[in-house]
């Protein structure tokens, strides 16, 4: 079985600040880290519901928490709304995010996640549907595998490799994560210390494959309108660009003035919510445990007044 270590549990868990008879979300349930710590601090009048797009997640939890006041959603957190509503759920205490991906999904070959196995290039948190990575890379524009690489990758080489691709899938199809990191591997004349060459684009195809700032951005769109007063929203980001929309996002829902700067007048309204967390990180001796928790970052908002519609 492959070990998934849940970053910053204990601090995200205390971030929280649960209420034992709460009503909380935690919308990525992957092997359940996160959802058992809750369950431990809510009491027999609590409620949890745990969110995740991976079937795999849903049947592991399905076989390994049995509890009565746990359901679990096989579905993305952006459709929290939607979904909290079919089970009657109109305010919550809290609602938690772990992103990214999971270990076993990166170190479970076939899923086709990791250039370190060859492997079928899939990369879908759900491989019931969706398009694979591999019809994605074989189907796309020039303009756009460049503009993907470079937008949610970082890429330098974004245009050099997007060419490539083009040229080489008009040969053969690019089916396996070998293949493409190969191609990747020839095209990039340095290496980064410590890092793969094909890093940058399998993140990039990654989060397009899945959507998964868009997802971000719909449930911070949502979320907190429905947190009870006091209630909070946990958010654990590993890369740079789900930290920036979360961090904006926070900013602007935090902000006592929703105005724009050149508008005249005084606002007196103060906001419905309040930054508790800006930038916490691993400790070093969780680093050292788990490297994936290095990049980490975690931010932390709070309804502190509802206003009246």
């Known amino acids: ?71 679990v959603v096989h579905d993305s957190f952006a459709n929290i709304v939607i979904r909290l509503k079919e089970l009657s759920i109109d305010h919550v205490d809290g609602v938690l995010l772990d992103l990214g991906v999971s270990s076993p999904q990166i170190d479970t070959p076939e899923r086709g996640f990791s250039f370190r196995f060859d492997a079928p290039l899939d990369m879908r948190m759900d491989n019931s549907k969706g398009v694979s990575a591999a019809e994605w890379i074989n189907n796309a524009s020039e303009f756009e595998l460049a503009d993907i690489f470079w937008r949610y990758g970082e890429e330098k080489f974004s245009r050099r490799i997007a060419r490539a691709i083009v040229a080489t899938r008009g040969e053969k199809p690019l089916l396996t994560t070998t293949q493409l990191a190969n191609l990747i591997e020839s095209l990039i004349p340095y290496k980064e210390k410590g890092q793969h060459p094909a890093t940058r684009v399998f993140q990039a195809i990654r989060i397009q494959v899945n959507n998964e700032l868009g997802d971000l951005e719909q449930i911070l769109a949502t979320a907190p309108n429905l947190l ?46 309040k930054i508790i967390a800006k930038k916490i990180k691993a400790s070093s001796s969780e680093i050292a445990e788990n490297g994936r928790s290095r990049s980490a970052i975690m931010r932390c908002l709070e309804r502190v007044s509802v206003k009246s519609s």
């Open 228 to 273: 009870s007063l006091g209630g909070r929203m946990v958010v654990i980001s590993f890369h740079s660009l789900e930290d920036r929309i979360t961090k904006t996002k926070f900013a602007e829902l935090a902000s006592s003035d929703k105005l724009p700067k050149w508008v005249m007048v005084k606002n007196e309204a103060s906001s419905e919510y």
């Open 1 to 71: 079985m492959n070990l998934h270590y849940s970053v910053l549990l204990q601090e995200s868990i205390e971030l929280l600040n649960i209420k034992p008879d709460g009503v909380y979300v935690d919308g990525t349930l992957g092997r359940g880290g996160h959802t058992r710590e809750l369950l431990a601090c809510l009491n027999q009048s609590g409620r949890l519901i745990s969110f995740d797009k991976d079937p795999e997640a849903i049947a592991y939890a399905s076989a390994n928490i049995q509890d009565q006041r746990l359901q």
